[in-house]
């Protein structure tokens, strides 16, 4: 219910270990792992919830790739996390993937949970968000996350 518009193209989110069916070979899919804090059950199907999106594009930021629709529902999705589960989410994921979440949950307004995971596991090197590496890149002092990316769309006020 966060996204103002559908992707271009379905993504299945697949546990470690599951291969996509042949039958949905037209679709987009992103081997991740998250603990159950990520994910919320609808009439049976499994989703990510605002948790688990935040950690699953903190953990694999190159499986993301709507950033204008992030950067439209991220500032509204801060009341949605939880450090705690946020936190469980990231439980196995490396210190950067931890930045990341931190860095997300700050555009989300969600300052707390950033504190939160930032005092779990304190930000030592600098980390990129995303994939474009360029000298007007936006660096975040508190997270060390340098970011070419979703920084343009979000101080534009609109997102896209």
């Not at 993301?64 to 939880?82: F, K, M, N, T």
Request: neutral net charge; glycine residues 10%; aromatic residues 6%.
């Amino acid at each position: 219910g966060l996204a103002q518009r559908l992707p271009e193209r379905e993504v299945l989110a697949l546990p470690v270990g599951v291969t996509l069916p042949k039958a949905l070979s037209d679709w987009r899919s992103v081997t991740i792992s998250l603990s159950a804090a990520g994910v919320h059950k609808s009439d049976g199907l499994s989703h990510w919830n605002a948790n688990g999106l935040i950690a699953g594009i903190a953990i694999r930021p190159s499986g993301y790739r709507d950033l204008a629709g992030l950067a439209q529902w991220l500032p509204q999705s801060g009341g949605l996390v939880e450090a705690d589960a946020l936190a469980a989410c990231l439980a196995h994921a490396p210190t950067s993937a931890w930045q990341r979440a931190a860095y997300l949950a700050r555009w989300a307004g969600a300052e707390g949970v950033a504190d939160r995971l930032m005092a779990e596991r304190p930000p030592k090197t600098p980390v990129w968000f995303g994939a474009t590496r360029s000298a007007g890149a936006t660096h975040d002092p508190a997270t060390k996350i340098t970011d070419a990316d979703l920084a343009p769309l979000m101080n534009t006020g609109v997102g896209a």
